[in-house]
């Protein structure tokens, strides 16, 4: 199978968390692609990552457009989340499939077998992506003039690459892009939908099971439920705000397991940890969360420490 994930330097971490949860739970090597603005500053994790036994080829391409990409000021996302917009650039034509997936997912089942069925499944039909249908988004699609109500969740979905290049999909994503330059609430996936509108293959809920760690109606989500678990919204389970919701343990555990320390603490928004860790303080979160002193440790030294260049 192949794998593609697209990131930069702000999503390092989660990148090699995500890719690592991924490599423990597949049956054969996998081929991993990564579409990346800076790939020196991944190379620390890449060492890691191919000394994996799962680990098949992992290559790591570097994508050099200067574009100015619409609605990224003060946004939670970075521009690589368009970079998979332009993957016929970077990647060869010959590798039949592509899996994407999101840097904040965390692969917590088995998931080689459905993986390969939905691939095959894909194949034999006349569609290119496969994908998770968010709700009966109208808001979204009447936004986007679409003339379905299918509205899907972008961080998780499987690719016939093959028709996709035969398709030329890459060149024609781009001119949607620049159509809907004014429209775009919600980066590439507002391009995908539009353009796919709605024809495409649906992928079950427990390969992209969204976790909105603010969301207080939300279960606590146990193993059993997904397979890929997704973390959306702004408050991540490596910001001050979701690192002490229930949710965030399928990442904080597997950061304690990789780094040996109990919380990763990132955040865009220096001045927003510090006000979140003062508001636990004053609250009395902090009383009722195990390992309190690792946890305010840890947001220190985020709020001390100088942005990694």
């Not at 459905?114 to 009447?142: F, G, P």
């Not at 865009?268 to 946890?295: C, E, H, M, P, T």
Request: with cysteine.
């Amino acid at each position: 199978m192949n794998f593609l994930y697209c990131f930069d330097e702000n999503y390092n971490i989660q990148g090699y968390l995500s890719i690592y949860s991924l490599l423990e739970n597949v049956d054969n090597k996998i081929s991993i692609y990564i579409i990346h603005k800076d790939p020196k500053s991944f190379e620390k994790y890449k060492k890691k990552i191919v000394n994996h036994p799962k680990a098949g080829l992992i290559k790591i391409h570097k994508f050099e457009k200067n574009i100015n990409f619409p609605n990224l000021e003060e946004a939670h996302v970075s521009e690589a989340t368009y970079y998979r917009l332009f993957v016929t650039d970077h990647i060869a034509k010959d590798v039949g499939h592509l899996i994407y997936l999101d840097a904040d997912t965390v692969v917590i089942n088995k998931v080689s077998e459905d993986l390969n069925n939905m691939v095959e499944k894909l194949r034999k039909s006349n569609l290119t992506i496969a994908a998770k249908t968010e709700e009966e988004l109208s808001v979204n699609t009447k936004r986007l003039n679409m003339k379905s109500n299918k509205y899907f969740n972008a961080g998780v979905m499987v690719i016939d690459y093959e028709k996709w290049i035969k398709d030329s999909l890459s060149k024609k994503l781009i001119s949607r892009l620049k159509e809907l330059e004014s429209k775009i609430l919600f980066w590439d996936q507002d391009v995908l939908n539009s353009f796919f509108d709605g024809v495409y293959l649906e992928l079950d809920n427990v390969y992209n099971f969204k976790i909105d760690v603010d969301d207080m109606k939300q279960k606590q989500v146990e193993k059993e439920d997904a397979k890929i678990v997704h973390y959306v919204g702004k408050s991540k389970p490596w910001t001050v705000r979701g690192s002490v919701k229930p949710n965030s343990k399928f990442y904080q555990n597997l950061y304690d397991q990789l780094f040996y320390l109990p919380f990763h603490i990132s955040n865009n928004w220096k001045r927003q940890a510090y006000d979140d860790l003062i508001s636990y303080s004053k609250s009395g979160v902090l009383k009722n969360l195990n390992n309190s002193f690792g946890f305010v440790i840890s947001v220190i030294y985020f709020l001390l420490k100088k942005r990694a260049k």
